[in-house]
């Protein structure tokens, strides 16, 4: 989890935790005092780091270099976002939604 909130930068115990609240589960100082710790034990996270180091056959200087390297986002590579704000499709979406509409 440590790795998604450090490259990704954003950490899902926040969602976790808002939703823990939000159902009466827990209090808001309660999740604010979690926030403030660690994702997990730092054993645990060390035993993590070398299973990666294994599993994908790196060094701890690649690992870190990666690590370290800009965040990124879904508009870094090629997605279909393009045809998602493309003038037609936005055309062709209110015409079928006044077509339903419609029916």
């Keep these: 989890m440590q790795y998604f909130a450090k490259k ?3 950490d899902k115990r926040k969602t976790h935790l ?3 609240i939000f159902s009466g589960e827990i209090i808001r100082e ?3 005092e979690e926030l403030k710790k660690g994702p997990y034990l730092v054993e645990m996270q060390n035993a993590d780091n070398g299973y990666l180091l294994k599993k994908f056959n790196l060094t701890s200087r690649e690992f870190d270099d990666t690590m ?3 965040h990124k986002s879904m508009n870094d590579y090629h997605n ?3 045809i998602f704000n493309n003038f037609i499709y936005k055309q062709l979406r209110l015409i ?3 077509y339903i509409k419609s029916t």
Aim: proline share 6%; net charge positive; hydrophobic share 30%.
């Design 8 to 10: 990704i930068g954003y």
């Design 18 to 20: 808002s939703n823990l």
């Design 30 to 32: 309660f999740s604010l």
């Design 68 to 70: 370290n390297q800009p």
């Design 80 to 82: 279909y976002q393009v």
């Design 96 to 98: 079928y939604r006044h």
